[in-house]
């Protein structure tokens, strides 16, 4: 596979790519056509803050399984556009997380103590010691705007320091922030309360400007931190806030615009601290985040769920081995069922029976669905497949029972088009050996692969042979057979493995027989 990366990342994570058999371009600062035409043959991409990923980039990279960001934000990634092409997009959230709460809690210290102004002043020739009264963090309550988990990392670090916490945050449970000893509360509560208010949270449309002039008049006297997000704080509203005294100083690390202008009003603020975007800049960090998105980069290639996916189903680790073999046998039951209904589906049912029902099958119900929508000729995958179903107005519905009758473990994806419903049971013998063992009711034994033949027919001496026959007939070679029937001489099922496409006419000249109620050809893998 061909991994493109467009931001500079930590060698380790590029050797992880490499180690992994995978081939490795390095196309830094790439942009406009040019990005779109380094990516055009990519399986991969890999990126910063530095690579806009935009629909056109997927437009035109047809091959792209994953988008890899070696950090935590992911503004700058079109995710809608990555679902609807079925591109997976991934962060590392934990890889810089201690980083950036380490440099938010020394920014804090920074703008407090006036430490980069005095430093300036003595190194050039001022012993300027009576100008500085700083402010002790110690008893002083911290205000903490998204308890994500930097949020969290920092509320743990200040609380050390003396610090009381209170936060905003509609996300999270009041047991976790009792766990970090923060008191939660509504965003005028946590400015009112606030000696020093630190920001952590991701730049959407709700969050962009959510802190503006009549916020930071709530905060009169305090300080200001923003290591997450440019654009979060009104960086105009800010600057003239610390100009003014309404509050006492800010420190950031992040802005709206970057690399920052010249003529960005908080550079000329004396009360103001700032960094060019310095929270994960540790060589510790920029190895974790590295490693961390090459690996599911790699976990992507080999079809294992990715950890860290924001629009894809995603499992633990520990319990994917559990859940992997289920994964193929839902995707072919959703297969089968499409194509023996033949028809609009509007209902999609994932039932999970016996041991499969303990586990989380969020990653299996997704790669139910690519089966059902596949053989519409949708591009679909485990990705998009959800959002395709949403789109389509497609109802799905996912339940569990820990009773399986005769089976360990049952998945039965059942598709309806409102007046008629379609089920295909499949389970696992020995553990990966898959079979489907019921359909709509019959109990059958077939082996899901390639192309196969159902018919319904009457029960009735003769009709397999007649099958058989028609198939021979037209040279197709039947692999394997495997018949269900209601009551003798009711309805029968015949379930038949063949080794190559079913020629319109051998179709043609079953359904001429009058005991032949229905034949349908189901393709499970291209020939």
Known sequence: ???????????????????????????????????????????????????????????????????????????NIDIDAATDHGVIVANAPEGNVR????????????????????HIRLTGGEWAKGDYLGTEVNGKTLGVVGLGRVGQEVAKKCGSLGMDIVAFDPYISEERADQLGAELVDLDGCLERADFLTVHVPLTDETEGMIGEAELAQLEGGYVVNCARGGVVDEPALAAAVEDGVVAGAAVDVFAEEPVSEDNPLLDVDDVVVTPHLGASTEAAQENVATSTAGQVVAAFAGEPVMNALNAPSIDETAFPRVEPYIGLAETAGKVAAQLLDDRISNVEVVYQGDI?????????????????????????????????????????????????????LVTVKVADGDREVSVCGT????DDPRIVRVDGYRVDAIPHGRMVVARNADEPGVIGLIGSVMGDHDVNIAGMFNARETIGGEALTVYNVDGEVPEAAMEALLA???????????????
């Open 99 to 118: 980083a950036a709460a380490e440099h938010t809690v020394a920014m804090a210290f920074a703008t407090a103590r006036s430490i980069p102004q005095a």
């Open 428 to 431: 696992l013998f020995a553990g």
């Open 1 to 75: 596979m061909k991994v493109l990366v467009t931001d500079p990342i930590a060698d380790a994570g590029l050797d992880v790519l490499r180690d992994a058999g995978h081939e490795v371009e390095t196309a830094y600062e790439v942009s406009g056509d040019d990005l779109l035409e380094a990516v055009s043959d990519a399986n991969a991409l890999v990126v910063r803050s530095g690579t806009e990923v935009t629909e056109a980039v997927f437009e035109a990279a047809p091959e792209l399984v994953i988008v890899g960001r070696a950090g935590i934000g992911v503004d």
């Open 513 to 527: 027989d009058e005991r032949i109620i229905e034949v349908r050809q189901i393709v499970l893998d291209d020939d």
């Open 357 to 409: 029902a303990e586990e989380d099958v969020d990653f299996v119900t997704a790669s139910a669905l690519k089966g059902v929508f596949e053989p519409l000729e949708w591009h679909v995958n485990a990705v998009n497949a959800p959002s395709i179903a949403e789109e389509r107005g497609v109802e799905v519905t996912e339940s569990k029972t820990r009773s399986a009758e005769d089976f360990q473990s």
